[in-house]
């Protein structure tokens, strides 16, 4: 599926720009793991503590302590925010809880949003996943290589 995604944004001459809190750079890797992705990557964010989803994407602090960063309205943001800074086609933006505690009051252990942009829409999508940390971290970054494949505009 990388080998696909690869080859569509560069015979397209689209660019793709990342944002991550739950994989903490695991999608990222796996996105430029084929040579010639600096072709299409132009950069990800690693944003896993609060204070810097604020401080480096400009998310209201208050907000994110409001809703929980592991939400979807702040999952959008963080895409948003990171559209902006890299000005890329597509844009995937990942937050969630990996376990195997609870990050906060609001969220659930297991619950991941990944949010993409694409040049015609935005997705936000909840799952729920039930492993261990490690084997929901790659989870999701499987996840979000789906859905930017799946939504590709040819």
């Known amino acids: 599926m990388i080998n696909k995604i ?3 944004l ?3 001459k689209k660019t793709l720009s990342v944002c991550e809190s739950i994989t ?3 999608l990222s890797s796996k996105l430029i793991s084929k040579a010639g992705s600096s072709n299409f990557f132009k950069g990800s964010l690693v944003v896993y503590n609060d ?3 604020s401080k480096i994407l400009g998310i209201d602090i208050n907000k994110i302590k409001e809703l929980s960063a592991v939400s979807d309205k702040i999952s959008y943001e963080m895409a948003k925010s990171t559209k902006n800074i890299f000005n890329s086609d597509y844009v995937i933006s990942t937050t969630g809880n990996a376990g195997p505690k609870n990050y906060d009051e609001i969220s659930k252990t297991g619950q991941v949003f990944i949010t993409l942009i694409t040049p015609i829409k935005s997705i936000t999508k909840e799952y729920s996943l039930d492993a261990d940390r490690l084997e929901n971290i790659k989870k999701t970054v499987d996840f979000a290589i789906d859905l930017l ?3 590709l505009i040819k």
């Open 24 to 26: 903490g750079g695991a």
């Open 149 to 151: 494949y799946k939504n």
């Open 51 to 53: 204070e810097i989803k």
């Open 10 to 12: 560069i015979n397209n």
């Open 6 to 8: 690869q080859y569509f």
